[in-house]
């Protein structure tokens, strides 16, 4: 892997502060002859204490890495990294050199999680008359996509449930470590920090140093899920082949421009900032709806993400069918955790009151789970919402992964097959005449063996199924 001095940031990072700055110029010039733009954005945790607050956070900060092709012989592709502050720059100004790029065919753009910066973003603008904000971004390609396909060498579609954090991609890819101490700093205080510009720099660039990884990674090993013969080593031809194969967008439906909670229940749960300077009360009660509840567009599908602190009640949801995911990091920070409930739709299961404090997202995605056993937990969190759980749905879903099974079972000479150097199948089972699942995830296989049948016979007392 490369070095981490072959990624550095650009000496100089440009603060676009006025509309008639030369930065500003320069932006613009840059926007137009980019090919692949990275971005971000960075807004301040909102507080649902302050009257008439709005219903998303402003962005105040913008982040725009620009990528253009230079000849080698000019000594490659060069980057420029501008920091577009939003408090300052008339939105007016800037909404349509960004929209442009945002819907411009010829530039890729590339982000990590973009979506919610974009509702953001576009609630920004069209609050300060700028239309209706953003409606688009395409084409568009997920850092984690990319991740997802160059690690494991298939479809860079892959489910967002395995994701990494940016900071994890970023050390395993590019072997840099980003700090992740002043994501929740405060970015609408001015001027920023020296600390803050690195780091909100750092967030769009690394895009674009990712992106070439990839882009070599497809040049030399042909590309994920194809074949390699119709990937070119031209540069525009490779670009339209990634844009066409894996090209993507984020399209902002109208649903996503309101939040998802209108209920009035705020008042009960004011906001501690960041710091945690001021007091207020939190309440730990259930506000919901939840994401799911088809009342407010959901499928109806339960889903959760267990914070690390509970990981035995991820595994229990689990065996009573229910989807839980875990964080997609090790040590995630809040941000990171809310911002995977968020984007997966999942409310986030906690022992950890901080969290609710976090009030920029909606607040019907946070619970606290107070019980300390994880049966406990588990029957708290069934009866909280309101879950049903019936005997045909114990053991459907594979509890090391959180995958669903394939959609008929194996005999064993297929299991035994599916099996070979990868996991092992007890002979005394041949024999016995059982089902075999496979977890269409990770492909651990499963059968009904006694094991199961205790795993069953519990949960069917712990769930009080057969009251
Ligand atoms: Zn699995």
Aim: glycine share 4%; with cysteine; charged share 25%.
């Amino acid at each position: 892997m490369d070095s981490a001095q072959n990624h550095s940031l650009p000496s100089q990072i440009h603060i676009v502060t006025s509309s008639t700055c030369s930065e500003f110029t320069h932006l613009l010039q840059s926007l137009r002859q980019s090919t692949v733009v990275g971005l971000d954005a960075e807004w301040k945790p909102r507080r649902s204490s302050q009257p008439n607050s709005s219903p998303f956070p402003s962005v105040t900060l913008l982040q725009v890495a620009c990528r253009f092709e230079a000849q080698p012989s000019d000594g490659g592709p060069k980057s420029e990294v501008f920091l577009v502050d939003l408090l300052r720059v008339p939105l007016g100004e800037v909404y349509q050199p960004l929209k442009e790029m945002f819907e411009s065919e010829s530039i890729l753009k590339l982000g990590f999680r973009f979506k919610q910066d974009l509702v953001y973003l576009s609630h920004t603008f069209s609050t300060q008359g700028c239309e209706h904000g953003f409606g688009m971004v395409a084409p568009f390609l997920d850092i984690a996509n990319i991740y997802n396909c160059l690690k494991n060498h298939n479809s860079a579609k892959s489910s967002s449930k395995d994701t990494k954090s940016l900071s994890t991609i970023c050390e395993e890819l590019l072997g840099i470590s980003l700090s992740k101490e002043l994501q929740c700093s405060d970015w609408s205080s001015r001027p920023l920090s020296e600390e803050q510009i690195q780091y909100a720099a750092a967030d769009a660039f690394y895009l674009l140093e990712i992106f070439s990884i990839y882009q070599q990674y497809i040049l030399t090993e042909g590309k994920c899920g194809s074949s390699v013969s119709e990937i070119d080593d031209d540069h525009s031809n490779m670009m339209q082949s990634i844009l066409s194969y894996f090209g993507d967008k984020i399209v902002l439906k109208e649903s996503d421009k309101v939040p998802k909670n209108t209920k009035k229940k705020v008042k009960q749960r004011q906001c501690i900032n960041v710091n945690g300077k001021e007091r207020a009360e939190i309440s730990t009660e259930w506000q919901g709806p939840a994401p799911w509840d088809p009342s407010i567009g959901g499928d109806g599908f339960p889903k959760f993400l267990c914070d690390v602190m509970i990981e035995g009640l991820a595994k229990h949801l689990r065996c009573v069918g229910i989807d839980a995911a875990l964080p997609s990091s090790k040590k995630p920070d809040p941000r990171e955790l809310l911002n995977q409930a968020y984007k997966e739709k999942r409310v986030l299961l906690t022992r950890d009151i901080k969290l609710l404090r976090y009030q920029y997202l909606a607040e019907n995605q946070v619970y606290k789970v107070k019980s300390l056993l994880k049966n406990d937990q588990l029957l708290e969190v069934i009866e909280t919402f309101k879950l049903s759980i019936s005997e045909d749905k114990l053991m459907s879903r594979c509890t090391k992964c959180n995958g669903s099974f394939i959609q008929k079972p194996l005999t064993i000479e297929e299991a035994v097959q599916a099996s070979k150097g990868f996991q092992i199948i007890p002979s005394c089972l041949f024999d016995k005449n059982l089902e075999f699942w496979k977890c269409t995830s990770c492909h651990q296989l499963y059968w009904e063996g006694t094991q199961y049948r205790h795993a069953v016979d519990k949960f069917v007392s712990i769930c009080k199924l057969k009251d």
